[in-house]
């Protein structure tokens, strides 16, 4: 992709002039510009634009457009709603951590021809976060060890003290964190106790 058609969006007119100077003297034509997520929508749809560059307090949808995220600090909300959906396409780089303009302008030519930069910070951030909110409670611990055990969840129930509703809360918390696929019930119980029985080795 030789030519490129861009827009930027943020809410800093100055930012926005000293990325246009610096896409231009790249050979990349800055087409639009836009201050906020639902202005950057309509624009790059109407001007028909191969990537977005993109410097806002909010992440617009990305859709099949190509998109480069340029933040100050780590954000993993915005992290991961950028990275929600196809993986191709998409950026996102701590401004003070670009060692020059040459490699900010790769980034842009990698991103339009859809792939993926992102810088390791945000990786690591976002790895973390994963990390925890996939982490099971004891409680859900407990219940996966007796669902290894083969009991329903009405005895599971009786044996930990509990309703079998809030059982039953427990065993969808614990499908959700292990992200097992949507198929019968059944399998997804066979998968967990898969796991738990693989994680005790």
């Known amino acids: 992709m030789s030519h490129l058609r861009t827009i930027i969006a943020s809410e800093s007119a100055l930012l926005c002039a000293g990325l246009a100077r610096l896409l231009q003297d790249a050979g ?12 950057l929508t309509r624009r790059a749809h109407a001007h028909r634009v191969d990537i977005a560059i993109v410097a806002l307090s ?11 995220m340029l933040a100050q600090t780590v954000d993993q909300d915005r992290a991961l709603a950028l990275l929600e959906g196809s993986p191709a ?20 030519r990698q991103v339009a021809a859809g792939g993926t930069i992102l810088d390791p910070a945000v990786v690591t951030e976002v790895l973390a976060r994963r990390a925890r909110e996939n ?22 129930a009786s044996t930990a003290y509990l ?18 696929p949507h198929t019968s019930r059944t399998h997804r119980r066979v998968l967990a106790v898969r796991h738990h029985l693989e994680t005790r080795r």
């Open 135 to 156: 982490e099971l409670t004891p409680r859900e611990s407990e219940v996966l060890s007796l669902m290894a055990e083969g009991r329903s969840n009405r005895a599971i």
């Open 58 to 68: 909010e992440v617009p949808e990305r859709g099949d457009l190509p998109m480069l």
């Open 89 to 108: 396409g998409v950026g996102y780089l701590l401004e003070h951590r670009i060692p020059e303009v040459s490699r900010f302008i790769s980034a842009v």
């Open 28 to 39: 990349i034509e800055v087409v639009a510009h836009a201050r906020d997520a639902a202005e």
């Open 163 to 180: 309703s079998e509703r809030a059982v039953e809360r427990h065993v969808t918390s614990i499908f959700d964190k292990l992200r097992l």
